[in-house]
């Protein structure tokens, strides 16, 4: 199992300083989200950079996933805004947004390119968001394939797709396409999904592809810190070792960048900890008396 964290904890600090710091701490990989201060994909020189960054994630040893949630990305003044959800003519500018993702995960050697579906702006109907959703996946697929890189689609609390069974809808209607897998949120999966975490992990397992993990609470959209929720991680991790999956495992903390670099420790020191042995030896041979 490989331990990320994301660079939406680390806002801090520059992206050169980000990366170091979690390779100084141990981690195996990034979370890297496209935002203004960090890798932000309207740069002018964004070839340059992006070249910088791969170059520098080789030499530090980390793998990568892309991550889109950078708030303000599209619209100074709204959130999140527009999202592909919005009519045509406004998602767009979303579709654009997560093309761009792609190009640069694809140039970074990413695991995965996440996104999510967005909240449902009530003009809006419901039938019409999932028609609307559909079509900008679709549009993002054919940039993915393209560049060979996989899509991670992550369901958020309050989001047309909150859960996994909203995933599971999404990809069916979607033709279920290979490079559509699931960006899976533990904490989420205590918030709201109706199964216990570890069974929420194993329903999803068929399509898992990035990871992500905090602590959370019962009803609760707020990422905690480990040990401050809910939630037994020992057999969530024991869950993610039995569907096998092998992605990074990327901890997002994103409102605790005032003191990243402590909690990155031990938010790694948590995880090893609850981890346990690697693996069991399958024989053990008896000891010589004497």
Known sequence: MRFGYGTNGLTNHRLDEALAVLAELGYDGVALTLDAGHLDPYAPDIVRQVDH??????????????????RYVLDP???HHPT???????????????????????????????????????????????DNLVAGVTAVLDEAVTRDVTLGFEPEPGMLVE?????????????????LGLTLDIGHC???EPDPVP???????????????????????EHLEFGEGEIDFPPVLAALDEVGYRGLVSVELPRYSHAGPAIAERSLRFLRDARGPHETPLFEPPREDG
């Open 199 to 221: 069974d929420s992990v194993r329903r999803a397992g068929p399509y898992l592809v990035n990871v992500q993990i905090e602590d959370m609470c019962r009803g609760v959209h």
């Open 77 to 79: 003044f709204r959130k």
């Open 163 to 179: 859960d996994v069974a909203g995933f599971e809808r999404l990809h069916g209607l979607a033709g279920t396409p290979d490079r």
């Open 53 to 70: 960054v791969a170059k520098r994630l080789g030499e530090l040893g980390l793998a990568v996933v892309i991550e889109t949630g950078g």
């Open 84 to 130: 592909l959800l919005h009519p045509a003519e406004q998602a767009e500018r979303r579709v654009d947004l997560l093309r761009r993702a792609v190009r640069i995960g694809a140039d970074l050697g990413a695991e995965a390119v996440s996104f999510w579906s967005g909240i449902r702006p009530p003009e809006i109907g419901v039938e019409q968001a999932w």
């Open 190 to 192: 205590r918030c709201l």
